[in-house]
């Protein structure tokens, strides 16, 4: 099994900044990709950005050249600074890891987070 838990929402004005940290802990062999997704209410989960475990990062084309993912694979970290904050990007943001419990390909599985809220105001 794989824990995460994410740090650092919260309320900001239009413009500001906001950095979110998951840690992941528990038993497992690997961790491959790692993301955020956010849920705005009344709507779908949606990627925002993912980062794979040898660095390559891909970002939905509304968060592109403002929000940067980042990951410390030896403490098991994932990072997303959000700036140049818009009120559009108000929601509940989830981190998302894709781990493994043994070297066995068959117990590669999708963990969530809690989620975090994260509100701008315009």
């Known amino acids: 099994q794989v824990q995460l838990v994410e740090t650092g929402g919260g309320l900001v004005q239009a413009g500001g900044s906001l950095r979110l940290s998951c840690a992941a802990s528990?038993?497992?062999?690997?961790?491959?990709?790692m993301a955020w997704f956010h849920q705005a209410p009344g709507k779908q989960r949606e990627l925002v950005a993912s980062?794979?475990?040898?660095?390559?990062?891909n970002y939905a084309d509304s968060v592109q050249g403002r929000f940067t993912i980042s990951r410390d694979n030896a403490k098991n970290i994932v990072s997303l600074q959000m700036n140049g904050l818009k009120p559009e990007d108000t929601a509940v943001y989830y981190c998302?890891?894709?781990?493994?419990?043994?070297?066995?390909?068959?117990?590669?599985?999708?963990?969530w987070g809690q989620g975090t809220q994260v509100t701008v105001s315009s």
């Open positions: 980062i794979s475990s040898g660095g390559s990062t």
């Open positions: 528990g038993n497992f062999f690997s961790i491959n990709t």
């Open positions: 998302n890891a894709v781990a493994q419990t043994t070297p066995n390909f068959s117990t590669r599985r999708n963990y």
